[in-house]
């Protein structure tokens, strides 16, 4: 079973700060993904990453796959209310087993 | 609305009993995939099936089954449940049997065995 630690597990600030959140494995993956999840929901997808080094932006979103294809970063500037959510992120591993990590729960507070 | 339908929303049972959650994918897609989730165990792989098929199993313990039946739509049956089987089971679905772009889940049915 492929592990991937995310960090940190609770991230609690201000509207307008700039976070840093980390998924972490020492696994190599095909591909990561990044979802979203608020109460009562299921997971929602942010971004794909597919290639070693790649990043890609989506607004206020900065993601980022390792080189090494076995971490990936996800930053958030100038946070909002809205951010708020448990962040999961997933290595594709194989044709089609998708790993979770153990998500980091963000609050912004206004 | 991701147009992953699942129902119930809610369920308290008992120990022991046996429940059947449903879901029915979004339109064209083949391929859905069963997940729980508990606070200490996360988003964890049940089961996929692709047009009928089982495509891929997980972590599902021996009381757990699934089906996907012709028009697609997909049940989940827990049998003999414990208290430890409470937890939000999300159903998810794509295209193919392939996810390289993601998954589109559901609202989830929270189980709750009392």
């Known amino acids: 079973t492929q592990l991937l630690e995310q960090s940190p597990q609770f991230l609690s600030i201000q509207e307008g700060e700039n976070l840093t959140v980390y998924c972490n494995s020492s696994?190599?993956?095909?591909?990561l993904q990044w979802y979203r999840q608020e109460p009562g929901e299921g997971p929602v997808l942010l971004v794909t990453?597919?290639?070693?080094?790649e990043v890609k932006k989506l607004k206020r979103l900065t993601f980022q796959f390792g080189d090494a294809r076995k971490d990936s970063s996800l930053h958030i500037t100038a946070a909002q209310p809205g951010d708020t959510g448990l962040y999961l992120c997933?290595?594709?591993?194989?044709?089609?087993?998708?790993?979770f990590g153990t998500g980091t729960r963000l609050t912004v507070i206004p | 609305d991701s147009g992953v339908t699942q129902t119930p929303k809610h369920l308290i049972t008992a120990t022991g009993q046996r429940v059947t959650l449903r879901c029915s994918p979004r339109?064209?897609?083949?391929?859905v995939y069963w997940y729980q989730q508990s606070l200490d165990q996360g988003l964890q792989f049940l089961i996929q099936?692709?047009?009928?098929?089982?495509?891929a199993k997980g972590n599902i313990l021996e009381r757990f089954s699934a089906q996907q039946f012709p028009d697609l739509h997909s049940e989940l049956n827990l049998s003999s449940l414990e208290l430890g089987d409470s937890a939000l089971y999300f159903c998810?679905?794509?295209?193919?049997?392939?996810?390289?772009?993601?998954?589109?889940f559901g609202s989830g049915t929270r189980l709750t065995v009392v």
């Open positions: 339109s064209g897609d083949l391929s």
């Open positions: 696994s190599v993956f095909s591909s």
């Open positions: 099936y692709y047009n009928g098929e089982e495509r």
């Open positions: 998810a679905s794509t295209r193919g049997d392939r996810a390289p772009d993601g998954y589109t």
């Open positions: 990453v597919v290639t070693g080094g």
């Open positions: 997933a290595g594709m591993a194989g044709a089609n087993n998708l790993f």
